[in-house]
């Protein structure tokens, strides 16, 4: 197996169980949820931010069952690969820094961004790799 298929079945699985954990915190234990945000005091903008924070949840476990499909021929699906080390670079890493630029606890998010940085640096040497 390639360094392509068993990224995309890693990242993939991540996905899901980081969706399928967001899920659970958003509607069965909600109040952790909002141990995390600086703004957990005022009601409208966690709710406001906790319903964003689902649409991320979707896309993130949509993007980890297609990894996983498309994992069992990964040779054909390298754009796969590009789109999510793309996401990860600026959605991921670029978010973190600038939710940190905007006063957002970094204990909380160094440790995201150097994931994110991981997911995408992996994922670019993977494919100049086997291209």
Same mark, same amino acid.
């Given at each position: ?7 995309l !079945?890693? *990242?993939?699985?991540f996905?899901?169980?980081l969706a &399928?954990?967001?899920? !659970? ?9 909002? =141990?995390?945000n600086? %703004?957990?005091?005022n ?9 964003a924070?689902?649409? %991320?949840v979707?896309?993130?476990?949509v993007?980890?069952?297609i990894?996983?499909?498309y994992?069992r021929d ?5 754009? &796969?690969? &590009? =789109? *999510?080390s793309i &996401? ?6 670029g978010g973190d820094l600038?939710w940190m630029? !905007?006063?957002?606890?970094? $204990?909380?998010?160094i440790p %995201? ?7 995408a640096? $992996?994922?670019?040497?993977?494919? !100049?790799?086997e291209s």
């Amino acid at each position: 197996m390639t360094r392509i298929t068993w990224w995309l !079945r890693i *990242v993939g699985l991540f996905y899901l169980v980081l969706a &399928l954990t967001s899920l !659970r915190v958003l509607f069965f234990d909600p109040q952790m949820f909002g =141990t995390m945000n600086p %703004f957990a005091g005022n009601a409208i903008a966690l709710k406001a931010f906790s319903d964003a924070w689902l649409i %991320f949840v979707l896309e993130m476990g949509v993007l980890g069952i297609i990894m996983l499909y498309y994992a069992r021929d990964s040779s054909h699906n390298k754009i &796969l690969v &590009l =789109t *999510v080390s793309i &996401l990860e670079l600026i959605r991921g890493a670029g978010g973190d820094l600038l939710w940190m630029l !905007r006063g957002w606890p970094t $204990t909380n998010y160094i440790p %995201f961004l150097i994931l994110h940085l991981i997911i995408a640096g $992996t994922g670019f040497l993977f494919l !100049r790799q086997e291209s």
